[in-house]
């Protein structure tokens, strides 16, 4: 096994997800550690959360790359008493890196929503539901098409077989029965593409994170059918071609890294209950 540095692992990665795509408000890239360090072992994760971690030291990793950025809103500390502060110490005891493409990686192409369309079914070409003015072939969400047409209520459990298991599922509003073809797709939160969505005239939106009162006024209004999935289990599938992309890029260059894709679910929610359970 070839080894490298995390500076040239950082370099490969912001060649397939540059930063400069990244929203102002975004903090994407090195979190800790020291670019010179050997990298042998990569673990790729949606969450740099303490159970990932656990996975990573155990497994010996040199470097996590997560979608989610652990301070996104910054911070005046990484005092070990802090949930995000043992998590940097830690890091930091194990000389393991952690490392961040959040926004940048759902505007690129190939990027998380790409990976999305392919888990639930759609069929290339995909294009950008909401394209970056200067660069139409980046951009957030994609559209894509189904092979066949097909109920939306089988669209829904082809979906639900392409993702991930989490304990809320899917939640789909609209006519089962109604046939659906053409599909938009966006990983994490999409209530902000709802009205794009509708105006690309597609047969339904799949998402995550749909607020009660959004959902409603455009399933009322005669939009495209909704299914809202788990946050996490939308962007999960990007790890494993950001790896693949990783590997690739490395090996054209003579260097051979080991890579993992982390099946910790992360998901916030943990269970579910129904009236009379208990």
Not at 54 to 79: F, M, Q, R, S
Not at 132 to 146: H, S
Not at 214 to 230: F, Q, R
Request: glycine share 8%; aromatic share 4%.
């Amino acid at each position: 096994m070839t080894e490298t540095t995390l500076a040239t692992v950082i370099e490969t990665l912001e060649r397939a997800y540059d930063p400069a795509h990244a929203e102002p408000w975004d903090a994407v890239g090195l979190v800790c550690g020291d670019p010179e360090q050997p990298v042998t072992r990569v673990l790729f994760a949606v969450d740099p959360v303490a159970a990932v971690v656990d996975e990573a030291l155990d497994w010996g990793a040199d470097l996590i790359v997560t979608h989610h950025p652990l301070y996104l809103k910054g911070t005046t500390t990484v005092a070990a008493h802090t949930t995000k502060g043992r998590v940097i110490h830690r890091l930091i005891k194990g000389d393991c890196a952690l490392y961040t493409a959040h926004t940048n990686a759902d505007v690129a192409d190939p990027g998380v929503s790409d990976a999305l369309a392919r888990a639930v079914g759609l069929t290339s070409p995909l294009r950008p539901l909401a394209p970056l003015p200067a660069a139409p072939r980046l951009g957030l969400g994609r559209i894509g098409t189904l092979p066949v047409s097909m109920s939306l209520a089988k669209f829904a459990a082809l979906a639900a077989q392409g993702l991930p298991r989490t304990a809320g599922g899917l939640r789909v509003a609209g006519d089962l029965d109604r046939l659906v073809k053409t599909v938009a797709v966006s990983g994490g939160a999409g209530d902000s593409l709802l009205g794009t969505a509708r105006a690309a005239g597609v047969d339904v939106f799949l998402t995550a994170d749909l607020r009660h009162h959004p959902a409603s006024e455009y399933v009322e209004s005669g939009g495209p059918a909704l299914i809202d999935a788990a946050h996490w289990a939308t962007e999960w599938p990007w790890l494993a071609e950001a790896a693949e992309r990783l590997t690739s890029a490395l090996a054209a260059k003579g260097i051979t890294v080991e890579v993992r894709v982390s099946d910790t679910v992360t998901d916030a929610w943990t269970t579910t209950a129904q009236r009379g359970l208990g």
